[in-house]
């Protein structure tokens, strides 16, 4: 998710394209990162410049709408300030208008460092901890869960390709820009998990309960979240995560147009640590039936019960899975593989170890595949012969 702040995808050498930039857009996101707006022609345009010493001398001319024939000449010459400008900002507001996106703001109270510089372990830490955060959130759109493990991981995290991230100075501020067109759904659910998170931890203060953290689980809290949100905690007096909308996209269904931020400090640690063991204890196994191809095959007797690694194919959003099987299943497992075959299986996910593990296998037959799936199963295991006959045992 960590694409470079720089190059948004639609943003050209040249910059966002004058013809498809919206007046009251630009002027939004000025806004947002705290431009200063000046009087200009009433009804015409304003003028715009940037905050701190770092824009002395840029000043952009910005119309009001499109409606007087030198718009979209203004808007060219207002984008082209942006471009040359050092103001830090003014690279917030290109990416904003090149790709229509929600921005997560994460910030930690920490000490600065020599002369303001930021520690290696404090970037590295803020960025992890809003990752996590981002990605237990994309968890949440796909199902709810108080622990997901590796299940959905894969899927979570290509929803987030698109996002990028812009710098943070002083390890201290990070901004995440989120596409409206793919990824909204991970901002809202992330909004609405903060907040049940907020008010599960002063619950869990106020009464010694932990019923709020249950019932947050719906709004999209859960172990990983809660580990995200104690990762960017730890270490600090305090942090806030924020969430602005994209000016472009308009406000989602029932939020408040400018979200206030949520605020976690050292003082919640205790209960979101506490929800998270509870997430990952209550969590239960899921029964399902998988369909996986086997990719490693190991026993310790030449007879008997094995062991085979599966990569899962359909059934369950995980990559691979181990299954315990007794000896009839195994040597169908064995056969099937020789043969380029995937195996079906019953069984139980169990939560401990992440939903890495199938318990209580039944019912394991071989699968028909096309022929393109099966030619490249029996390279894989051409590949790895003398470990699977090794594996297998003989007589």
Known sequence: MHRPF?????YGAAGPDPAQV????????????????????????????PPGPAG??????????????????????????????????????LVGLAVPSDEIRWWRDIPPGPSGAASWTAQEQLRSAAHRMLLAAALAVRARAGYYGVRHRRQAQASLEGVLVGPAPGGRELTAFVPVADSRPAVLRLHHALHAAREAADYRRATGGMEAFDAA????????????????????????????????????????????????????LPALCEAGERYRRDEPAVPVRLTGAVVRMRRSAPRGSGTVRLRVLAG????????????????????????????????????????????????????????????????????????????????
């Open 316 to 395: 369950a959003e995980i990559p691979h899975v181990r299954v315990e099987l007794d000896e009839e299943a195994y040597r169908i497992a064995g056969h099937a593989h020789l043969v380029g075959l995937p195996i079906r299986v019953h069984g139980r996910l169990e939560s401990r170890g992440g939903f890495r593990r199938l318990t209580g296998a039944s019912e394991v037959v071989p699968v028909q595949v096309d022929e393109a799936e099966r030619d490249r199963l029996l390279k894989a295991l051409q590949e790895n012969l003398d470990f699977f006959e090794e594996a297998c045992g003989t007589d």
């Open 56 to 93: 002395r001398g840029t000043s952009l001319l910005v119309p009001d709408s499109r409606a007087f024939p030198d718009s979209e000449d203004l808007l060219g010459e207002a984008l082209a300030a942006l471009a040359h400008s050092p103001a830090p900002s003014a690279r917030a507001v």
């Open 22 to 49: 919206d007046p009251a857009v630009l002027g939004a996101l000025l806004h947002r990162h705290g431009w200063l707006r000046h009087g200009g022609a009433t009804g015409r345009y304003t003028r715009w410049t």
């Open 217 to 268: 689980v719906q709004a999209g809290v859960s172990r990983e979240l809660t580990q995200a949100v104690v990762a960017l905690v730890r270490g600090t007096e305090g942090t806030r995560i924020a969430v602005e909308w994209s000016p472009a996209a308009g406000v989602p269904s029932g939020c408040a147009g400018r979200p206030e931020p949520v605020e976690f400090s050292p003082g919640d």
């Open 6 to 10: 720089d190059k948004p995808q639609g």
